[in-house]
């Protein structure tokens, strides 16, 4: 079954007060640590604040320094290989004879090896109901509130974790797959997926990793 991803808001940009109310916390739990006979416990608060405060500023710095385009996809997004592909309106069942990676074609058509008079390709089956989506989100430019307006644009949907597995066995292959029909492999390294709640996290190509996780990575769907 296919998971949605709950499209989070700039909560700090949508709440200038926020700031006031961080600033007056900070400065009522710092005297309060001065006097105080639970500084751990409060001197633990004030650092937790702070760290909030360190990571709102820099989701405000770069909501504002960087501009999105008037239908929410970075100012520098680029589109290498086949380019930006117009939304494809259709459904795929599942299948039962599923072997080895296919094409999907916009026809409904499958096939391990590329061909012709099938229309565009829309995808590539990695299981029985798993197909990657054709339109790939390139480079370290997407951010989690870029996820909800390229979804909208193009369809699809963020893989789970366990889909995220299926795609890795599969990296190489639907990358060839994609470089012989003309357009570019999958990127390297990072690309969102959602976490058991339903949240966009950021995961690399070769290992389920959150040690690192960064603020930007590319698209990647399923159909």
Excluded at 35 to 45: F, G, H, P, R
Excluded at 54 to 80: R, Y
Excluded at 191 to 211: I, M, P
Aim: contains cysteine; charged residues 25%.
């Amino acid at each position: 079954m296919q998971q949605t991803i709950t499209k989070k808001k700039n909560w700090v940009k949508l709440n200038p007060a926020f700031w006031g109310y961080l600033i007056a916390i900070l400065l009522l739990l710092t005297a309060s640590a001065l006097v105080s006979d639970y500084k751990l416990i409060l001197n633990v608060c004030t650092v937790l604040c702070f760290i909030g405060l360190i990571k709102s500023l820099k989701d405000l710095k770069e909501a504002i320094s960087e501009p999105d385009t008037a239908e929410g996809f970075p100012a520098n997004a680029s589109w290498p290989g086949l380019g930006r592909e117009p939304k494809w309106e259709g459904t795929i069942s599942p299948v039962t004879d599923y072997v080895n990676p296919r094409y999907v074609y916009g026809d409904g058509a499958e096939s391990e090896t590329p061909m012709q008079n099938h229309g565009r390709v829309i995808g590539y089956r990695i299981g029985p109901e798993l197909v990657i989506h054709s339109q790939v989100g390139y480079g370290n430019r997407w951010g989690e509130r870029h996820i909800g307006a390229f979804m909208d644009c193009f369809g699809g949907k963020l893989l789970t974790k366990d889909e995220a597995d299926v795609l890795r066995q599969n990296w190489k292959i639907v990358s060839k797959m994609r470089q012989q029909i003309g357009d570019a492999p999958l990127p390297k390294p990072f690309f969102w997926r959602v976490d058991k709640h339903g949240y966009a996290v950021a995961t690399s190509w070769d290992e389920d990793t959150l040690e690192y996780n960064p603020s930007r990575c590319a698209i990647i769907l399923k159909r």
